[in-house]
């Protein structure tokens, strides 16, 4: 196997091997194998804690595409990763060179942007818990203090800004993420090249576009990829926020699979729920790995 | 290949005299404004982690509180068993993240220069553990740790610990080491360096700002998992700082005043440790490492 | 600082056996370091292990009396303990343990359909032998044991029973020109109405989790369905499309409607609102006894200046909402007579005095009248009346759930009563087909 390998380039065949073994045994290990060992449930009526089970074929995924609130899910899901992403990468990237540059105490707010990250989330669902309450939270008494009364709202209490309500506060939590990888590849672009441009005349929005967003390019992949997939199984902060709630109007697809694996005895129907998660979310890294294959080729 | 020597951006973007500063100090007042919003949530938690929990349970959350304590922390201190909980939640950091996060940049550095077979396969295997869910795992995990007799024992953490930061890790540090001009790993190559020392002396250093950022990345997840140590530790020796956490809530009420100091106690050596590491990720380091 | 030195070797040992142990698993497969707990049929012996839902206030008086325990028996019983509502995360670390074959020997839990899988999936002992031996039946309330029976099957041992009343702000009755606490149900729509117009919120009730708000909806249903219905609709043995319980939606909608909950009440965490009635931000809330200790009087309040009142439901018997809590025994646990043995010596009464606990459902355990003089009151009077099962527990999870969001959809004025009756009927339906 090594042979052929060996003889397109002096390195990979055995020694990639050996670099890549340590990590790579690990990884199937503790989590590949416990992956793929559950995923047989997926087919299965498995209640999740009795000895026995029946083999009920492809029923599970049958059943979820009956199942209304699955499509509930896969809908919140999607506004999710639509919002929960670019508010973020947008954010992120704006923070990181602004705080890359000639801001004063860039420590400091380098702190700020990332110390959500940071808190565990009971006490994030708390905190936006309070602040949302509708008679005594911070929300809406500024709204009722600038004169926007009929903007005050219950809004982690009725359907239509539940979910909202949510990505407000996961923006608050993940702006930090980004911020920290895009300072990082920052630091790749030469600062020769923005002096070049500056003695070209050329401005600073110009330089952005011209030497910051092309230079930052590998990282968006990364930035976007990472991001994505987050956004797709997001669980925790759903779940510690709203339940889930009110009703299932907060539902998403990482909440749903926990509430039948662990709460409703529906183990084999919610592993088949893990399983179509994790399927969408390699789809979507198809693109990445084809860009990172390629660019390698070249 | 100069554009790899990166000097310190700091002292680079100083030097354009008076017309950027000017600019410098506009964008420092929105920030600060901008900054202070964002963290004003957290006010929250600070008020009520140095109020007593009778100010808070008879006034709640959103009011100011009548009189303030510090006791919260000593209190903190004792119910959240944080003499212990820290010791192992630093243990564990200590242990597994620089572990994990070399191995990852030995694989991501296979898959970026070493031209490794399979490598789109493994990337996909690879992406398979960012995008499972993890709960889906946790009985296999706890079977395997049984069998190993490492049930309420730390060491029996490290195994899913590395094996779950390894996905995010490679892909990050492989999108990086990717950058790294081929010249430059050639030029080693040409001085007599085998594929360990370039990785050592060429790929490790230029990658110092991707490596910091994952670093903290994977101590911040490290040190706040929760999943994992819930399922696997029982006793209280063995508990980390977010299963000890638990210790404030009680089946009807929760000692929120508690809980709140207890997370500040949890929270503010890493972010102690976060504001040292982050200068290294923008310059200073790298400069310096880079020339060696 | 001796305890700090102490687990550290501890710790230090215990790593490298495990390191070691790791490394021999590796090279037979399994390894067999399953003392100190139950690994499995077999163990035989003295070691058992109990695992429970304490918090930190009463963690050490049970390993007090579970010390106590192991001195007469000669055994070594390890207690973990998970505190928290535990509703979620409680038991599932307690599945991922039995599943795992690590299981504990005995095991706290709450009754009704929370601890019914367990004993649906065999993994709990059937009791009945032991509630013979011990003589549980005649020492434990025979409303409790129901709680704990399933299907037939006495799975767990009862040994806390809670019920849910009005407690209510004597200030905030007063204020409004409220006397004495409501009689009827009417009386309480008057209450209400007189509480609005003095400006205070009536009932401080969260639906975050589908619970607390819930005790509103199935007081209600108590109210216009009254007992006997009540329980056969629970069971699926009558159809919930009919107009009682249309009428209980629409007392629901209303209690919304005329501001009788706090603004957005389905979005609220019951952990936040429940003391309002303390901090002067409502009148009253529906909740359990555990309320005085941890809500009055933690919040620095006396209890003179609170009541207690059963809900009224103008029915016979006059019945309030309740729930259980036991302990289970594992069906594979290696020593099931001595696991049975440590269980009754938790319900005994002197045991359950030694422990604090101001709710139990063993004969002879009233809480203290001097430090919970409305527990006392409570437990005293409606306290021994019957009750219905809290609906959190009526029904199981997927169902509760569904019951929530047919509530949450009436409040928000998204289903009509009738329309929400209706749906109701399909979801208890669709459950007895399963």
Redesign the interface.
Known sequence: MGVPARRKTRHGGLVAWAFALPALLVYFAFLVYPALSSLWFSFTDWDGLSAGYNVVGLGNYADMAADPVVRQAAVNNLIWAVVTVVVPVVAGLALAVVLNGTVRGKPFLRLIFYTPAVLPLVSVASIWGWLYNPQYGAINAALRAVGLDSLAQPWLGQDSTALGATMVAAIWLRVGFPMLLYLAALQSISPDLYEAATVDGAGKWQQFWHITMPGLRPAHYVVIALSVIDSFKVFDLIYAMTYGGPGTATQVMGTWMYFNVFQYNQAGYGTAIAVVITVVAIAVSIPYVRSQTKEHAV | M??????D??V???Q?VAK??R???G??VV??LV?LL??S??V??VITAVRP???F??????SWPGTFTLDNFTDAWN?GNF??TY??SLILLILKVPLGVF??A??A?????????F??A????????????I?????????????????D????LI??Y???G???E???L???I??IPDEIIEAA?IDGAG?WRI?LTVVLPLSA??L??VF??DA?AT??E?LFA??LL??D??KTI?VG????????????TG??AG?LI??VP??VA??FL??W???GL?AGASKG | MNDNELSRRRFLSLGGAAALAAGLAACTGTGSSDTGSTGGPGTGAKTLRLFTYEDNSTVDLLKAQVKAFDQKNGTTTTVDSLPGSGAAVYPDKLRTELLGGKGPDVWRIWGGQIGAPFVKAKQSMDLSAYYTKFGWDSKLSPAAIEGMTFGGVKGGVPFIGAGIGGWYSKAAFSKAGISAPPKTYGELEEVNAKLVAAGITPASLGGKYGWDIMRLFEYLLEVSAGPDLHDKLLTGAESWDRPEVVTAFTNFKKWQDQKWLPEGAVGLDPADVENWYVQGKAAYTMTGAWTEAQGIQAGGKKSDDFGVFQLPTDQTPARHSGFVEGYMVNAKSGNPDMAAALIDFLVQVDTIKALKITNAVVTGAEPDQATLPLSYEWAQGPGKQPFYTIQDQALPKKQADQYFAVQSDVLQGKTSPADAAKKMQDVIKAWDKD
Do not use: C
């Not at chain 2, 493994?122 to 869910?133: A, D, N, Q, S």
């Not at chain 2, 024992?153 to 029996?156: A, E, K, P, Q, V």
């Not at chain 2, 956490?245 to 929120?256: A, K, P, R, V």
């Open positions: 100069t554009t790899l020597l990166v000097p951006t700091a680079s973007a100083e354009p950027k500063r600019g410098g100090i964008a420092t920030m600060t900054a964002w963290i949530p957290l929250l938690l929990l009778a100010d349970i008879s006034h709640g959350p959103l119910i003499a212990t010791r192992n191995v990852s030995m694989l550095y296979a898959l970026a220069k070493l031209r490794i077979r490598g789109a493994i990337m996909y295997t690879v992406f398979l553990g960012l995008t499972i869910p709960y889906i795992t946790i009985v296999p995990v706890f079977v395997m740790a049984r069998s190993a007799g490492v049930t024992s730390l060491i029996g195994g899913p590395l094996a779950f390894i996905p995010f490679v892909l990050v492989q999108s990086f990717r950058q190559r594929a990785f700002p991707a910091v950022t903290i990345l911040v040190w706040n929760f819930l399922i029982n006793s020796a063995h977010p956490l638990l210790n404030f809530q009680g089946q009807f009420s929760n000692n929120n809980l709140a997370i949890a929270v890493i972010l976060y504001t982050q200068r990720i923008v310059g790298t």
